[in-house]
């Protein structure tokens, strides 16, 4: 077993990488640092912008406020976070997963884990953004003059928007539960042979 050092070592080297494995770190990394500055950057503006503009995806115009209470601004900027987190958590835990079938150990136990584990991050992540956005934007709606900004202001409503426009990500955490029994069954199948020789 490499100790935490070889490991993180091995993570980058790169003059026996194949270009598949090559391409997966680069892509993995850019969206573990594409998580960082989305959660970042949400908290930021939401520190120090004066005006906070929602976009709703069912709104023809986005609602303004000027000046938020710094509730409001949290509250809209939750939503990035999460996703920000939750991108930087899952593209960690599939980098050492493929680090993992670099260095020719794909049925290690922990792989699985990783996998189960980000599986349920994306389809955990998917429901509480989307119950995060739709209480986001019924708050901001409240405090929106209703004569520009009038019409259905009903939580649902917005919460079955947000989750249906994430679906596809369902898809993504549905492919890294099936990955992730396939490598249990992979794991079984290595021990099997390990006991015949």
């Given at each position: ?29 850019l969206a573990g640092f594409s998580g960082v500055l989305a959660a970042v950057g949400a908290l930021v503006r939401a ?151």
């Open positions: 077993m490499l100790s935490k050092i070889d490991m993180l070592s091995s993570m980058f080297r790169l003059r026996t990488t194949p270009p598949s494995f090559l391409l997966a770190r680069v892509f993995l990394a520190a120090t912008d004066d005006r906070l503009e929602r976009e709703i995806r069912s709104r023809p115009r986005t609602p303004m406020i000027d000046d938020p209470s710094t509730w409001i601004a949290l509250l809209d900027a939750a939503p990035a976070v999460l996703l920000g987190v939750v991108m930087m958590v899952v593209s960690w835990l599939l980098l050492v997963v493929v680090v993992d079938i670099q260095r020719g150990v794909p049925f290690d136990g922990r792989a699985v884990r990783r996998l189960r584990v980000s599986s349920a991050l994306i389809s955990v992540g998917i429901f509480a953004h989307a119950l995060i956005s739709a209480w986001a934007d019924v708050e901001v709606l409240e405090r929106v003059p209703r004569p520009r900004h009038g019409g259905n202001q009903d939580f649902s409503y917005y919460f079955l928007g947000e989750v249906l426009y994430a679906a596809p990500w369902l898809l993504v955490a549905a492919f890294l539960a099936v990955f992730a029994h396939a490598f249990t069954v992979g794991r079984s199948l290595a021990d099997d042979q390990e006991g015949l020789v």
